[in-house]
């Protein structure tokens, strides 16, 4: 948790937590088709729903995900509501 990180760094202590540096970044490569590529600080692959989304193959699940679900957050986030 960044708070955790916070008190630590305030109370001159060690953070208990680390962030391994996880990202999702979402691939529009067609209408229709994307990739879900999620990845940490090593470039290793850390796929949120294995077996479900292949993380480099082009889905309309994915693609989906992007325009629907994700688009009203970001949105959301723009207008300072998450």
Known sequence: MVED???SAIAGTEPTE???G???CP???R???ALLIEFD???DLVPSFPGLIAPLEELWVS???KEVALKATYNAMLRGRA
């Open 5 to 7: 990180g916070l008190l």
């Open 18 to 20: 680390t962030y391994h």
């Open 22 to 24: 996880y990202t999702s």
């Open 27 to 29: 691939l529009i490569t």
């Open 31 to 33: 209408v229709g088709r």
């Open 41 to 43: 600080y090593n470039n």
């Open 63 to 65: 693609w989906l995900m």
